[in-house]
C-alpha cells in the first residue's frame, strides 16, 4: 500500500466534504436505493431515472454531475438482498477510476464502500480501493460516522 495514492479515514460527514470532492457510493442495477446511505445520495441527488436510463450493469458505474461534482453509482450487485463480490466491486472501481482520470477528478470522498448494509470486510475493501488507486496521484478520504 505505498503509491502516488493520498488515502485517509476521518470520522464525520460524507456530504460535509468539500465540493471538490467526487462522491461515491454502492448500488444495485435497479437503483432502488431504499436503505442505508443509498437512501440519503437518492434524497440528496435524486434524478433516479437518468440513472436507470444509463443501464448500467454489475462492475460497472453510473455518474451523475451534480453543480461541479461528480457522483459515482458504483454497481455492486443486482439484487437488493444479493451480496456483492469483491471481484464486482474491484470492476466497478476500476471503471469509476476511469471516468476521474478521463474528467480529471483527483479527490474523492467515500463511506465505508460495501460495508453497511451489503456486508462486506473492511479490510478486504479498503486492499482493493488501493489495488486499484495506489498507482494514481489521487486522494481519497473515507467518511466514518
Known amino acids: 500500500m505505498s503509491g502516488k495514492l493520498i488515502f485517509s479515514e476521518i470520522s464525520g460527514d460524507l456530504f460535509s466534504s468539500p465540493p471538490e470532492f467526487a462522491l461515491a457510493h454502492c448500488v444495485t442495477t435497479s437503483m432502488v436505493m ?78 465505508k464502500i460495501g460495508c453497511g448494509i451489503d456486508g462486506l470486510d473492511w479490510d478486504k475493501v479498503k486492499q482493493v480501493l488501493h489495488d486499484v488507486f495506489d498507482d494514481e496521484a489521487m486522494e481519497i478520504v473515507v467518511y466514518v460516522l
Open 34 to 111: 431504499g436503505a442505508g446511505i443509498a437512501r440519503v445520495f437518492k434524497s440528496r441527488f435524486g434524478r433516479v431515472q437518468e440513472l436507470k436510463d444509463q443501464n448500467v450493469q454489475v462492475g460497472g458505474v453510473a455518474v451523475l454531475k451534480h453543480e461541479k461534482r461528480y457522483i459515482y453509482y458504483l454497481v455492486t450487485k443486482d439484487k437488493l438482498y444479493g451480496k456483492p463480490k469483491y471481484e464486482d466491486l474491484k470492476s466497478t472501481l476500476q471503471e469509476m477510476k476511469k471516468h476521474m482520470v478521463a474528467n480529471g477528478v483527483t479527490k474523492l470522498a467515500i463511506p
